[in-house]
């Protein structure tokens, strides 16, 4: 059974730096990407931050571009986002999410190729 537990988010204020953990329990982390979404209330969910299964590509959002960094730690089971910068534009619930297809060789910004999701993570950004 995959679960994908979320750690870290909370309060800054802008120009300031948050860290979002996901930890993948179960089976095969390593054969499949990961990513990160967020979504703001009445919004759609938004493609944020993609790594591929094997680490060798990353995609992000021009709006994160040059401030956020995604990577995974397999040893650990682990995918982490570092968000530095930011803004009040980025406070949001963001998610952690696994692709549901094992090996892809590119990073999807959309939410359906996405089969479990982590619980959300509220980030606040004051001005």
């Known amino acids: 059974q995959v679960q994908l537990v979320q750690s870290g988010g909370g309060l800054v204020q802008a120009g300031g730096s948050l860290r979002l953990t996901c930890t993948h329990s179960?089976?095969?982390?390593?054969?499949?990407?990961m990513a990160w979404f967020r979504q703001v209330e009445r919004k759609e969910r938004e493609f944020v931050a993609g790594?591929?299964?094997?680490?060798?590509?990353?995609k992000y959002a021009d709006s994160v571009k040059d401030r956020f960094t995604i990577s995974r730690d397999r040893a650990k089971n682990a995918v982490t986002l570092q968000m530095n910068y930011l803004r009040p534009d980025d406070t949001a619930v963001y998610f952690c999410?696994?692709?549901?297809?094992?090996?892809?060789?590119?990073?999807?910004?959309?939410?359906?190729?996405?089969?479990?999701w982590g619980q959300g993570t509220q980030a606040t950004v004051t001005s």
């Open positions: 790594i591929k299964w094997d680490a060798g590509a990353t």
């Open positions: 179960g089976p095969s982390f390593g054969h499949y990407g």
């Open positions: 999410a696994r692709d549901r297809q094992v090996r892809r060789s590119w990073i999807s910004p959309e939410s359906g190729s996405y089969n479990y």
